[in-house]
């Protein structure tokens, strides 16, 4: 499964020397698309075209949660908008939606439906589902979304069966400010990584600490099972917290809105986004610094960045994965013979509607002179669909849409 990142070898195994080497991943991409109505669209990760287009079962569509090829090779994708789970046949027909219970256990949140952002399939089968619950569209500050305590107990993350799609079991919040309204989930050998976006911060969970008997995996829920939010048992089990700024207040605005997306390399190191700007407080496009943080493996803060060019917004579209055929045709311009058996890193692009691709590895981030005029600062190799998108998610296919 795509979501799931297993490492072998000893832990001296996980070193940035072998950021963007050789790996086994290969597979077309899932671009949600909020561009008028919505719609997911595949791409050839050989040819960089467009490949089938699952239209949008609502409308307007915001998919936010894109997985693909669950047990029976079915695709899974989540709508903020909507509040829903829909689940697609591989050639993007529906079978069914379902409307998942967000609510904290007093009852209705704060007048404010919890959007459903990122999710993954589990290591035991099921799938994961993050639920955000902050404060969005509060235009006296900027960013203009936030997070308060309150919200902060209230954003979860839900455990479905993926053969009922029932919720079975959850993570709730631990004891930490940094807990926020989170958004990306991957999973590795040493536990569940998920991004808070309004925390700055990654939490690493013991997955396995307090899963219910019945969410152990698919086709073993009891049906009687009916999930209850908010216990005491279910509180999320912290390995460590990833700090992008540690020591930073939690009303420091580089907290604010900053990390949406996470992805890890096959070495086991860490790709956040960090939507920090040039100038602080101050709305839009020209003030946008946006990087790619980049966490060795085993470490606690950030060691490199990568930087995006200005106007590039990266709402919660990052992936690793191996390079591309026209990535591949770029680095050959220099170096013809290149094999081009290693991974590169895709972010999706909402300000020029575009999936750009990166090289990675120390060799690749951006210098010590990176500045505004891009001197000296990461550059990506490829870029796909040319502002045709408004791309939100990115998720590796392994098992492709019928073309």
């Known amino acids: 499964m795509a979501s799931l990142v297993l490492f072998t070898g000893s832990a001296s195994a996980h070193d940035l020397a072998g950021a963007g080497q050789p790996v086994c991943l290969e597979g077309n991409f899932m671009v949600a698309d909020a561009t008028g109505p919505g719609r997911v669209v595949e791409m050839n990760i050989m040819t960089g075209e467009i490949g089938i287009i699952v239209d949008p079962p609502f409308v307007p569509w915001k998919p936010t949660g894109v997985l693909s090829g669950g047990v029976n090779g079915h695709a899974f994708i989540s709508s903020a908008a909507q509040h829903r789970i829909s689940e697609f046949h591989r050639d993007g027909t529906l079978i069914r939606t379902i409307t998942p219970i967000t609510a904290p256990p007093q009852g209705p949140p704060f007048g404010q439906m919890p959007r459903l952002l990122g999710s993954q399939f589990m290591p035991n089968g099921n799938i994961i589902q993050a639920v955000c619950d902050a404060v969005f569209g509060d235009t006296s500050v900027w960013p203009p979304v936030s997070s308060t305590y309150e919200r902060a107990q209230n954003s979860r ?43 700055a911060a990654v939490f690493v969970i013991d997955w396995k600490a307090g899963v219910d008997k019945n969410s152990a995996g698919f086709g073993s829920n009891n049906t009687k099972f009916s999930l209850q939010l908010g216990k005491g048992s279910n509180q999320a089990k912290v390995i460590r917290v990833i700090d992008m700024y540690p020591g930073a207040a939690m009303d420091d605005e580089r907290r604010r809105d900053s990390l949406r997306a996470i992805t890890l390399d096959a070495d086991g190191n860490l790709y956040a986004t960090n939507r920090a700007r040039a100038v602080e407080g101050v709305a839009g496009l020209a003030n946008a610094r946006q990087h790619i943080a980049v966490v060795p493996w085993g470490e606690e803060g950030p060691a490199g960045t990568i930087a995006m060019d200005h106007g590039v917004q990266i709402i919660a579209g990052i992936r690793t994965n191996r390079i591309s055929g026209p990535g591949c045709d770029a680095v050959r311009v220099a170096d013809p013979g290149n094999a081009c058996d290693y991974e590169t890193l895709y972010v999706a692009s909402t300000g020029t509607g575009t999936v750009l691709e990166y090289l990675i590895g120390e060799e690749n981030w951006d210098g010590p002179t990176c500045r505004d005029d891009n001197t000296g600062c990461a550059q990506p190799i490829a870029e796909f669909f040319s502002g045709e998108l408004d791309p939100r998610m990115l998720m590796t296919i392994h098992e492709a849409f019928v073309q």
């Not at 799609?165 to 536990?191: K, Q």
């Open 157 to 199: 993350l839900l455990v479905f069966d993926q053969g009922t799609l029932s919720e079975v079991d959850e993570y709730n919040a631990p004891d930490d400010p940094r807990w926020t309204c989170m958004a990306g989930i991957i999973f590795s050998e040493e536990g569940m990584y998920v991004s808070m976006f309004h925390g």
